[in-house]
């Protein structure tokens, strides 16, 4: 079995929230053009373009002959610890049979995972501008108070936040009309796998039109869609589209219960989520469809996952089931001062006692629970993320006037930490 192959350069588009063009949602690399230096964009180029660019023909062919690509090291980083990856292979030998002793594939790709710019009504803890502009926004104003805060933030770099350019900006490049048409016909066309995600796509009229175009075009029925949503919003019409599709799912970004979640999903609300889960829920129709949970597991709430599983077994009815589902694939790595590593090895013990009690057979629970035994990160690194997640939490905590701090929320942790940086 390939432990580099995978079906993405073969049969997906991936679009960025900045309208580059990329492998997947895993890799941080953006696909250049045949100079090796200007990167595909979507305000310039077409998907046309990139498809069979010189950049992806080498990928497929390093794939194919088994050297690793640079584009995909996250996912071998996650599979050499036991942590699920997008990694998949289940179209190997149609995908090599279609590929050409160039590396130029013969067919459209039929998956797309689309970002609808970065428009976003919330500010999580886990969050940068480029998945949000309301963070920018935020850091912005925490600047006008405090011109060295933000200075250090932008020092930072992925320690702290994982992007400080353009803060504020909104990322909008299918606002022009004609890019568009043309990727709407593309996908209407050729898309039976589509994934859309934002900022919070369903805040984004263009997702909208999206969907009428596809049902007006009578294409839904072809589609197997999936939407990452805060649930914090939808839209009635939903009801018509989605049991127009051949299969929906709704992917449900929830971090935590009740105020957790409200915490490090600022300032979404508890209540208006329940709601919205209630609506997919009732508009499940059948084992086709499925809705979710998709925690970003993190330093703030690895301590509650198997309470949320918990909780959200009782919600499927007592049992996870093809409606029902856990996804592990929004581990934090960055900020690296939110991935659960970087821990105090007393914390990491104390957590790893609690998740223990709940005997849950899934296999990324087991490795969850390895991982947080082992000391990953040296205690120079780890001091130094605990610095800096203590200072920008204490400071955002403070500008936003939350009810519950991060200390008042997770005394332990606070305790731990306090302990970890007085030694």
Not at 15 to 29: A, D, E, P, V, Y
Not at 251 to 268: C, M
């Amino acid at each position: 079995m390939s432990k580099v192959f995978c079906n993405k350069p073969f049969n997906h588009n991936y679009i960025h929230m900045n309208g580059k063009m990329r492998l997947c949602c895993i890799s941080t690399q953006n696909i250049t053009q045949d100079n090796d230096y200007t990167q595909f964009d979507m305000n310039n180029n077409s998907i046309d373009e990139y498809w069979n660019s010189k950049r992806m023909r080498e990928i497929r062919l390093d794939m194919i002959q088994g050297r690793e690509v640079r584009d995909c090291h996250r996912c071998y980083e996650q599979e050499k610890r036991g942590i699920a990856s997008l990694r998949s292979m289940n179209t190997i030998f149609d995908s090599i049979k279609n590929t050409m002793v160039d590396g130029t594939y013969l067919k459209q790709p039929s998956s797309m995972q689309l970002h609808m710019g970065n428009i976003c009504n919330l500010r999580c803890k886990m969050c940068s501008q480029m998945y949000s502009h309301m963070i920018g926004l935020e850091l912005l104003e925490m600047g006008d108070e405090d011109p060295e805060f933000l200075l250090w933030v932008k020092e930072q770099g992925a320690v702290v936040n994982n992007w400080t350019n353009e803060l504020g900006k909104k990322e909008q490049w299918f606002k022009n009309e004609k890019i568009k048409n043309k990727l709407f016909d593309h996908i209407s066309e050729n898309i039976t796998e589509l994934c859309v995600i934002g900022g919070e796509p369903t805040l984004i009229p263009e997702f909208y039109e999206l969907m009428e175009k596809c049902y007006k075009d009578n294409t839904l029925k072809y589609k197997n869609i999936t939407l990452v949503t805060n649930l914090t919003n939808t839209n009635p019409r939903m009801t018509d589209w989605l049991p127009a599709t051949k299969s929906w799912s709704i992917w449900a970004s929830v971090d935590g219960l009740g105020e957790r979640t409200e915490y490090i999903r600022y300032p979404s609300k508890w209540e208006h989520i329940l709601k919205n889960l209630e609506f997919y829920k009732k508009s499940l129709q059948g084992s086709k469809n499925n809705i979710t949970l998709s925690p970003a597991v993190q330093l703030l709430n690895i301590d509650q996952i198997g309470d949320m599983i918990k909780w959200w077994t009782n919600f499927a009815g007592g049992e996870l089931n093809e409606n029902f589902s856990f996804t592990w694939l929004s581990s934090v790595w960055y900020p690296k001062m939110l991935n659960y590593d970087v821990a105090p090895m007393d914390y990491k013990k104390l957590v790893y006692y609690k998740l223990k009690q709940f005997d849950y057979k899934d296999t990324y629970y087991q490795n969850t629970l390895k991982n947080l035994q082992e000391e990953i990160v040296s205690q120079e690194e780890r001091r130094y993320c605990l610095k800096a997640f203590v200072k920008y939490n204490d400071a955002q905590d403070k500008f936003r006037k939350v009810s519950k701090s991060w200390r008042q929320l997770l005394p332990e942790l606070e305790k731990s930490i306090i302990d970890e940086l007085l030694q």
